[in-house]
């Protein structure tokens, strides 16, 4: 999945004396502003708007050298959730060659 990534985040800590400790990552893109419409609503815009997505806590360091906005072929994995299935982030190919040189 290719997209224009303007970041990641991660919030870690513990919830409790007892111990209950948090990893929570996040990838931040642009993607396109998808038009709707029916009976009951109408979404029009112009341009791209923020997506977030669960990334793989284990794959931040792979985001470390990269500058952001960076256009990435991101690799995508399933992990189970609250009894579904959701997609997550656990890595990416360089689609510039400035930051393939990096790497």
Request: net charge neutral; charged share 25%; glycine share 6%.
């Amino acid at each position: 999945m290719k997209l224009n990534v303007i970041g990641i985040k991660r919030i870690k800590g513990d919830k409790s004396k007892a111990g209950n400790p948090y990893d929570i990552c996040s990838l931040f893109a642009m993607v396109p502003i998808e038009l709707a419409s029916n009976e009951k609503l109408t979404i029009t815009g112009k341009g791209f708007e923020l997506a977030e997505m669960p990334l793989d806590p284990e794959s931040m360091p792979l985001f470390e050298k990269v500058n952001f906005p960076q256009e990435l072929n991101l690799q995508m994995d399933s992990r189970p959730r609250f009894g579904k299935f959701e997609s997550v982030c656990v890595g990416f190919d360089a689609v510039s060659p400035k930051l393939a040189a990096a790497n």
